[in-house]
């Protein structure tokens, strides 16, 4: 009996050391949870993807079909996106886009069309500690760049939880995509252009490591540079 509740409190623990991210922030307010991000295959379970090879790693809703209403937000100003919680893990943050060719709505983000917008990494010391910033945050704020060319984008959230990251497939990933109409845009050429998934093979040294034992001297955040405008 004693077993038994032990392995259900873990299990309710671990439950609730997940998150999602269901909202953006525009404007200074939070939207309702699923109302411009696509609801996510793991809205309740709230389990992550670690199959860096998967289609569920761009927008992780092949099982619920969503749709999402876009926001208008600025170019220049500030955009977030609000977890459920907070990010309970360890790990690092990254936050990709991708204009559509036309309206968000039918876009699925297939192909060489993803750029990094913003990223929060980890903190070493060369063997003594090693931290994460983004630990603990209720969501991530950004500013979207202002020479981004105005027109409808996903924006796609990800947190690379890292706590179990010591054998392949042990990552976590934790990810939203929401739809934003850019006004007041400029004339940039986002990029380096990605393609979600192949941006990761899974073997990359910030995806594919130990946080534990030996302290890692340094770190190297995954995927392209972040493009600012």
């Known amino acids: 009996m004693l077993k038994a509740f032990v392995a259900l409190a873990a299990l309710v623990a671990s439950a609730s050391a997940h998150y999602t991210f269901p909202s953006l922030v525009v404007n200074g307010q939070t939207t309702p949870a699923w109302v411009n991000v696509r609801k996510t295959n793991n809205y309740n379970t709230q389990a992550p993807v670690t199959d860096v090879t998967s289609l569920d790693l761009r927008c992780y809703d092949t099982q619920t079909n969503p749709t999402a209403e876009t926001i208008t937000v600025s ?101 939203s995509c929401g739809q934003v109409n850019i006004v007041n845009g400029g004339s940039g050429t986002p990029g380096p252009l990605v393609s979600i998934p192949g941006v990761y093979t899974g073997y990359e040294p910030g995806i594919l490591i130990n946080i534990n034992y030996p302290i890692p001297k340094n770190y190297t955040q995954p995927g392209p540079p972040v493009w600012s405008g």
């Open 75 to 175: 170019a220049g100003s500030p955009l977030g996106i609000m977890s459920d919680g907070t990010i309970y893990h360890p790990g690092v943050v990254n936050v990709y886009m991708a204009k559509a060719p036309g309206d968000v709505d039918s876009f699925a983000g297939d192909g060489q069309v993803w750029f990094k917008v913003y990223q929060i990494s980890a903190v070493t010391n060369g063997g003594q500690s090693i931290t994460f910033p983004a630990q603990n945050l209720p969501g991530v704020t950004f500013t979207v760049p202002k020479n981004l060319p105005s027109g409808q984008y996903l924006v796609r959230m990800e947190a690379i939880a890292l706590h179990v990251a010591e054998s392949y497939g042990g990552a976590q990933f934790y990810i």
